[in-house]
T-cell receptor, first 114, second 110 residues
Framework: DTGVSQDPRHKITKRGQNVTFRCDPI?????LYWYRQTLGQGPEFLTY????????KSRLLSDRFSAERPKGSFSTLEIQRTEQGDSAMYLC????????????FGPGTRLTVT | QKEVEQNSGPLSVPEGAIASLNCTYS??????FFWYRQYSGKSPELIMS????GDKEDGRFTAQLNKASQYVSLLIRDSQPSDSATYLC??????????FGTGTRLTVIP
């Protein structure tokens, strides 16, 4: 069990550029979640996949954000035309589809928009 | 009312003492509840989950859930300096996503 992995760990970009983050969940987990966390706050839910289906999106996920999980394994989160307010830690979590559904987080991608 | 509310602290306890962390939740979240530990600059690490009324113990940690009063708590016995971190309370909705509180910062003083 290698845990949830995310890439890159840090990203610095200029306002207006597009960025893409990758998440690889724990191998037997079919649920995958994206959250965003800013300083002093708890993580905020962005979107959720069960296998390749995107089942829920938060209203926080504006039109500039898109997420995919094409084969039900890894997922990508893209932010287009980044804004300074997008600066945050982007967290990915995964869980099995049974039981309580405990979510395990990856190390996160810290995005800084200058 | 926010879905999950925590006292942001900070909470300081001496080494070896019991640390008590509390969380309340709204009617909008009512299924399962989780405690995560987050060290500065790191991602949340799951400590415990609880979904039935009563106590659940795991080593030095005890989670307590009271659905009638809509609160969940975490007790850390024999607190160690390595327990110093922010503790996040989270509640799961029927749609499976988690709502988090803002976290309580705990400092264990040697």
């Amino acid at each position: 069990d290698t845990g949830v992995s995310q890439d890159p760990r840090h990203k610095i970009t200029k306002r207006g550029q597009n960025v893409t983050f990758r998440c690889d969940p724990i191998s037997e987990h079919n649920r995958l979640y994206w959250y965003r966390q800013t300083l002093g706050q708890g993580p905020e839910f962005l979107t959720y996949f069960q296998n390749e289906a995107q089942l829920e999106k938060s209203r926080l996920l504006s039109d500039r954000f898109s997420a995919e999980r094409p084969k039900g394994s890894f997922s990508t989160l893209e932010i287009q035309r980044t804004e300074q307010g997008d600066s945050a830690m982007y967290l990915c979590a995964s869980s099995t589809g049974t039981g309580v559904g405990e979510q395990y987080f990856g190390p996160g991608t810290r995005l800084t928009v200058t | 009312q926010k879905e999950v509310e925590q006292n942001s602290g900070p909470l300081s306890v001496p080494e070896g003492a019991i640390a008590s962390l509390n969380c309340t939740y709204s009617d909008r979240v009512s299924q399962s509840f989780f405690w995560y530990r987050q060290y500065s600059g790191k991602s949340p690490e799951l400590i415990m989950s609880i979904y039935s009324n009563g106590d659940k113990e795991d080593g030095r940690f005890t989670a307590q859930l009271n659905k009638a009063s809509q609160y969940v708590s975490l007790l850390i016995r024999d607190s160690q300096p390595s327990d110093s971190a922010t503790y996040l309370c989270a509640a799961q909705t029927g749609a499976n996503n988690l709502f988090f509180g803002t976290g309580t910062r705990l400092t264990v003083i040697p």
